[in-house]
Structure formats: C-alpha cells, structure tokens
C-alpha cells in the first residue's frame, strides 16, 4: 500500500534534499526563449530559402508564442497529477524531435509546424520549473529562487539573437535548429540524473473536465487573479515594447540591425539586475513589499517612455532609456508576481504555473497586436501601449494586496 503524507503536509515545500541545483532550473526555463528568439534574426533568410512570404515566414514566431501558451495549460494539471519528472522529459523529447524536423524542413508549412511542436515541448520547462521551485522551497524563498533563476534565464534572450545571427551568416538558418537540438539533448540528460520528483501529493485530476474544475477553482481564488494579472501586465509591458521597438529604432530612427541588437541585450542586462534585487531580498521584505517597489519602477518607467518620446527628437537613448527603468522594475516584479500566484493553491502549483503562463502570452501576444495597429514609426504608438499596460499593473496591485491582507 502506498504511503501517504503526514496530515497537514499536502502542498508544502519539500527537504532540501529534494532541491535540483539552480543551474539546472535556469536550463530549463531558459529553452524557450533561446528557441523563440534565435530565429529571429534568419526570418528573411529564411523566406528566400523556402520561397515564403513574409507572413508566411512572421507564422514561425508568432504561432512559437500562441504554442507556449497553448502548452503550458496541459502541462500544469498533468504534472500535478502524475509529477513533474516525467511531464519535462516528455516535453524535452519532443522538442528534441520537433528541432531535427525543423532543421529538414523542406517547405514553410512543415516549418511552421515543427515550430509550434517545439514551443509545446520547450514549454514544460518554463511550467515545472515554476512548479518544482514552489514544491521545494516556501512563498518568499521561491519569489527569491525565481528571482534568481529569471535573471540566469535573461542570458537566453540576450544571446540567442546573436547566436542566430553568426550561425545564419556563417552556415545558414537551418543551423540555429540544429543548435536547438545541441540545447535540448544534454539538457534533457543531465535532467534525467539531476532532477528528482518533488511532487508530494498526486492530484485526482481525471479527463478533461476536471482539468477545467481545476483551472476553475484556482480562478476563484481572488489572490490568484490579482497576482496573475500582475504577472501578465508587467510581461505585457516588455512584449509592447518587443513587437514595437525593431520598427521604430531600425526603420523609424534609421538605426542598424546591429545597434538595435546591442541596445536590446543591455535592456536584458538591467532585467536581470533587477532580478538579482528579488533574489536577494524578496525573502527578507516579502513578496508585497517587493511588488510595491517593482511596480512604482516598472510603471514610472512605461509612462516616462511615452513622455519622452512627445517631448524629445527621436533616439535610440530616448527610447532605451526608460525602456531600461522598466526592465529593472520588471525584473523584481515577475518573481514575486509569480511567487504569490502559486501560493494561492500551493497544492496545485503545477496547474497554476500553466495557466499563470498562459495568460502571461496570451496577453504579451494581444499586446504585439494592438502594437502593429498603433506604431507608424516614431515610437508614440509603443510607448503609449507600455503606459496604459503599467496603469493596470499598479490595479492589479492593489488587487493583490486586498486579497492578501496588505
């Protein structure tokens, strides 16, 4: 007969013993940007190779994003009901068959379609890699892990680019799918040997319908949505200003693709300063304490940026900027944003974990959207965007601190 937890230890934090090392935790979370963003910089290579339209070739990134979220909302509950172990190892194989294919792809459909399988097996990291933090260590200690963890994450997004970039020039895009693969096979077995089950308590979570309940009953839980859209207004603030910012500073400002490049990856620099803050303090002020400081931050620098942007001559350090007030507000804000919305149900931390995000993309692709309707080059658009989006995270503030007491 299998043996059950001491009563009152279902969804507490683990032994020490159990915890993974956080360089592989960072791995983990890691894989899906690195896949999303290394693309990037072949997507006109790309469209000439297979003959694709530009719409065609924009598919490969755009529906990356739409399967993250998509992912993330069946990973969760399924790790919470047969563990996280062997949810991640599946999803790391099929990211890894899902990159060889994308490597032959012989046209833009097979291409596009290895591309969603990637983001759905790349996306378990992101998922259990927040599930297994909060299974092992307690509220504050998480939001300090994932403060840390995040800011090991940001080296992803600031190198694949570049990586992608030397890669296509040197040998040609399909390279940057074949160094997915050289990503995703180590990592899968270093995580076979180093990565136990932290899962306490398996969830009774038959078919889909009670997928639904379960997603149901966390978003019932009025702590559970203040926190997750906070999370999703402070991520929705850095995609306004992704799906803006390549137009405005190389075809608005008439910056090169190279400077551009640079200006980004010293954004992520200040996103993972202001990480390193939420890993060293988060424990020791709280987690709301440390959203009312990140939030000020990251909301003061959204609406300085559309200020800036009317009363200054355009330039590449009028928009950076502001835009690097926000990643350092930013950077203290998501981990404890996080933190507190798995802790709502800390049983279900796995089904949190999905459906926090998938808001946080779906949100961050609504924001991409209304971006390209609204930016005609002189940055105005973007700025107003990320402006309106900081107003909301201060709402979902004072939302989080009514429902926890604060």
Same mark, same amino acid.
């Given at each position: ?5 001491? =009563?009152?230890? $279902? ?12 360089? !592989? ?7 899906? =940007?690195?896949?999303?963003?290394? !693309?990037? =910089? ?45 949810? +991640? ?9 899902? @990159? ?8 833009? &459909? ?43 994450? *940001? ?19 399909? *390279?940057?799918?074949?160094?997915? +693969? ?19 308590? =398996? ?13 149901? /009953? ?21 995609? #306004?200003? !992704?799906? &803006? ?10 910056? @090169?693709?190279?400077?551009? #490049? ?5 954004? @992520? ?26 939030? /000020? ?26 835009? $690097? ?7 203290? *804000? ?7 919305? %798995? @802790?709502?149900?800390?049983?279900? $931390?796995?089904?949190?974990?999905? %459906?926090?995000? #998938? ?7 609504? +924001? ?10 002189? &940055?105005?658009?973007? /700025? ?15 939302? #989080? ?6």
């Amino acid at each position: 007969m299998k043996p059950q937890p001491a =009563p009152g230890t $279902a969804g507490l934090p683990r032994p020490p013993a159990l915890r993974p090392p956080i360089w !592989l935790l960072v791995a983990m979370i890691a894989i899906g =940007p690195f896949t999303m963003q290394v !693309l990037v =910089p072949s997507l006109p290579a790309m469209g000439r190779d297979l003959g694709a339209s530009t719409a065609m070739v924009q598919l490969t990134v755009t529906l990356y994003l739409l399967g993250v979220g998509a992912g993330q909302l069946v990973y969760g509950p399924l790790s919470d009901r047969f563990g996280r172990r062997p949810l +991640l190892m599946g999803g790391l194989a099929l990211y890894a068959l899902a @990159s060889l294919a994308a490597a032959l792809a012989g046209g833009i &459909g097979a291409l596009v379609a290895a591309r969603v399988a990637q983001a759905v097996g790349a996306c378990a990291g992101v998922v259990l890699t927040r599930a297994v933090i909060r299974d092992v260590w307690p509220r504050d200690q998480a939001a300090s892990v994932l403060g840390y963890v995040t800011m090991g994450m *940001t080296i992803a997004p600031m190198l694949a680019p570049i990586l992608g970039s030397v890669l296509e020039q040197a040998f040609g895009w399909r *390279t940057s799918m074949w160094a997915c +693969l050289a990503f995703g096979l180590p990592l899968a077995l270093v995580a076979w040997l180093r990565l136990p089950e932290t899962l306490a308590v =398996p969830q009774s979570l038959p078919g889909l319908s009670a997928i639904w309940g379960a997603y149901r /009953s966390l978003w019932a839980v009025p702590a559970f949505r203040a926190y997750t859209a906070l999370t999703a207004c402070a991520t929705g603030i850095f995609f #306004a200003f !992704l799906g &803006g910012a390549p137009y405005v500073v190389v075809q608005g400002m008439g910056y @090169s693709p190279v400077q551009f #490049a640079f200006a980004f990856a010293a954004i @992520s620099v200040f996103f993972a300063g202001g990480n390193w803050l939420a890993g060293r303090l988060s424990a020791r002020l709280g987690i709301l304490r440390m959203l009312v400081v990140g939030t /000020s931050v990251t909301t003061l620098g959204a609406v300085g940026a559309a200020i800036a942007m009317a009363a200054f001559p355009p330039h590449i350090l009028v928009f950076f900027v502001p835009m $690097a007030a926000v990643a350092v507000g930013n950077g203290m *804000t998501q981990p404890n944003a996080i933190a507190g919305a %798995l @802790s709502a149900k800390p049983q279900l $931390a796995g089904t949190a974990s999905a %459906l926090v995000g #998938a808001l946080q993309m779906g949100f961050g692709a609504l +924001l991409t959207f209304v971006v390209g309707l609204v930016e005609y080059g002189s &940055g105005l658009g973007t /700025s107003l965007t990320m402006a309106a989006t900081g107003v909301g995270c201060f709402m979902a503030l004072r939302g #989080a601190r009514r429902a926890s007491g604060g």
